[in-house]
């Protein structure tokens, strides 16, 4: 009956469609929750810092190259962060290591070419780890092409930067600055251009020429440099001094006197207040500008160097739904709040993980600062017995942690002599003051095995000395040790990947003066429990007695500082909650299932 066949074939094909149209309904469900669970590659990742000078030496010139980055992809792979940043490579005299750009786009001969720098990018990127340069914005150095025409006045670069005539002259007929401003690196940041007869502006070195926001057209070369990078692949920016980048535009006014008790040295940029200088409105306007470009390209991360310590100027960094900004600025408040050992208490630390979630700005994105290249190593300025709890902390918190090199080894400062001291901001302050200044001292090459040189270089010099310690404070050692630095560093990148910690709760069971602790936890899934002894003293604790929530009676011992020696806190031992030995300074990773 064709009727009923008929009838059939309707059926069979409204079933197809109502099939069709479930799995279609499926998959963009799975589309969009794919979406939603998705998030952007710089919260899922550590970032690791490499200061290419001091990272690995290929061509054995005794300064560290592109090429010898290369040849330690494996090494990042298997350390566990998922992105590289990049301290400043391109050309550049080094009058501050890179910090001072003669040309935007072009790679420094120092750390190789063009190709060096594909070959690296492509390396990292094969491995699935990002890359991350640092952006220079607020300056070049005096001999980029566009100073040495602004200080002959040739168009367009005439108003390229910050030009003054001088306030008067002095008996000796020597002009006078325009105002008493002070660059960063001690001294006038006013300099005399015999060529021009004006002064320019630096805030940092007189071979760090500011470039001049207020002209659109260094607005717009600077986005070219941002488009020529983000073009070649890099994933993203960390962008240097931007509080920097603007200055008021009437240049008649002085910056009032601290009176820091700290600081009688009139000269010392920390005598004067600088609100003239930094964090001006007009900055954030530029950094918007900055933002829509990566916006333009899909996955890209701005982290922004504002160093400040009004917190709420730094937090304004991260901008908001309508000017977007950074994705994060540096958090320095683990280096800014604990100078010496004796500032660090459990309560103490707390405090300072609270000042920044509590002034961050709704639905934004923490980060956690241990050390860079501008700050003394972790363990100089905590002590050596801190290293491993430190680092403990700061992967296992939520947000994104920041490593500089070497830390995941515990390197330490290095003493530097005068005569051997590179640093321009420590120079600028003599024999008597340059240590108290000197960046040079956490600068040092990176200490590979105990070869000669540390396995840093082939050449016979480097360009600071190694450390001492590297004959047994180095990676190779590390990775043949039964326990170390590393491999805890190792074991917390791996553990962070795990949901507890990429999905889970925070909470801060016990804090004390001694005892700092960290609870991550997601129900169906296991807790971690990370405590810490904050003091220099051996404890034992009962962590029922102080808890401000219900604890289990045992855990399970995950990872533990190197310092301890203990047979009871063996990792993978069952230990009793209510008396829980620590070593001075450790971090003791614990785990149970409640
Ligand atoms: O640092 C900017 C900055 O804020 C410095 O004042 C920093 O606090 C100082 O170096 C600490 O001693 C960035 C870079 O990180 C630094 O290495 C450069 O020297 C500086 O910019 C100039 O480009």
Redesign the pocket.
């Known amino acids: 009956m064709p009727n009923k066949k008929c009838l059939v074939f309707f059926f069979f094909l409204f079933f197809l469609v109502i099939i069709g149209v479930i799995v279609i309904c499926l998959i963009a469900k799975d589309g969009i929750k794919h979406k939603e669970t998705e998030s952007p590659f710089w919260q899922r990742t550590i970032v690791y810092q490499v200061y290419p000078r001091s990272f690995c030496d290929h061509d054995g010139d005794g300064t560290g190259d592109l090429q010898g980055i290369l040849s330690k992809a494996d090494y990042l792979k298997e350390l566990g962060v998922g992105t590289v940043w990049l301290s400043p490579i391109f050309s550049s005299p080094m009058a501050?290591f890179g910090?001072d750009v003669a040309n935007f786009t072009a790679i420094e001969p120092l750390f190789g070419t063009m190709d060096d720098f594909d070959a690296l990018r492509a390396a990292l990127h094969d491995r699935g780890l990002r890359l991350v340069l640092d952006f220079?914005p607020n300056?070049s150095s005096d001999e980029h092409e566009w100073f040495v025409k602004s200080r002959r006045k040739e168009e367009p670069y005439a108003d390229y930067y910050i030009w003054a005539d001088p306030k008067g002259f002095d008996e000796e007929g020597q002009p006078i600055p325009p105002n008493n401003w002070l660059s960063?690196f001690r001294g006038p940041a006013w300099t005399w251009a015999e060529e021009r007869q004006q002064f320019y502006f630096h805030q940092?070195l007189a071979k760090?020429p500011d470039l001049n926001y207020r002209n659109e057209r260094v607005r717009d070369e600077m986005k070219q440099v941002l488009r020529f990078w983000l073009d070649r692949g890099v994933d993203g920016f960390r962008v240097?001094?931007v509080k920097f980048l603007f200055e008021v535009e009437d240049i008649s006014q002085d910056e009032s006197v601290a009176n820091d008790p700290e600081t009688d040295d009139p000269l010392d940029y920390y005598y004067l207040n600088h609100t003239l200088t930094t964090n001006q409105p007009e900055t954030l306007e530029v950094v918007n500008e900055w933002r829509d470009i990566l916006d333009q390209y899909s996955d890209r991360v701005m982290m922004a160097?504002v160093?400040d310590d009004d917190i709420r100027q730094v937090m304004k960094y991260y901008g908001n739904d309508s000017v977007p900004l950074a994705d994060f600025p540096f958090n320095f408040l683990l280096i800014d709040s604990f100078r010496n050992r004796s500032d660090l208490s459990g309560a103490a630390l707390k405090d300072a993980l609270d000042l920044w979630m509590d002034n961050m700005p709704e639905g934004k994105w923490p980060n956690w600062v241990l050390g860079n290249?501008?700050n003394g190593r972790v363990g100089s300025r905590f002590g050596e017995d801190l290293i491993d709890a430190l680092n403990m902390l700061v992967l296992l918190l939520p947000g994104t942690p920041v490593t500089y090199y070497g830390e995941e080894i515990g390197m330490l400062n290095t003493f530097i002599s005068w005569e051997d001291t590179q640093d321009p901001?420590a120079c600028n302050h003599g024999l008597d003051g340059y240590e108290d200044?000197s960046?040079d001292p956490e600068r040092t090459p990176m200490q590979w095995d105990n070869s000669t040189l540390a396995g840093f270089t082939t050449g016979n010099s480097t360009w600071l000395p190694v450390n001492d310690n590297f004959k047994d404070l180095n990676v190779k050692a590390q990775q043949h040790a039964e326990k170390s630095h590393l491999k805890i560093y190792e074991e917390l990148a791996r553990l962070r990947e795990e949901e507890t910690f990429t999905k889970g709760h925070t909470a801060y069971p016990v804090i004390s003066n001694e005892v700092f602790s960290l609870l991550r936890y997601l129900e169906g899934y296991e807790s971690y429990l990370l405590v810490m002894n904050t003091s220099e003293e051996e404890l034992e604790v009962d962590l029922h007695q102080h808890a401000n929530m219900e604890l289990p009676p045992t855990a399970e011992v995950v990872l533990r500082s190197v310092t301890d020696t203990a047979e009871a806190t063996v990792p993978g031992s069952e230990i009793h909650l209510s008396e829980v030995k620590l070593a001075a300074g450790e971090g003791l990773l614990l785990t149970f299932s409640e």
């Open positions: 501050d910090y220079v300056h960063v940092f760090q240097d001094a160097e160093y290249h501008d901001q200044y960046r």
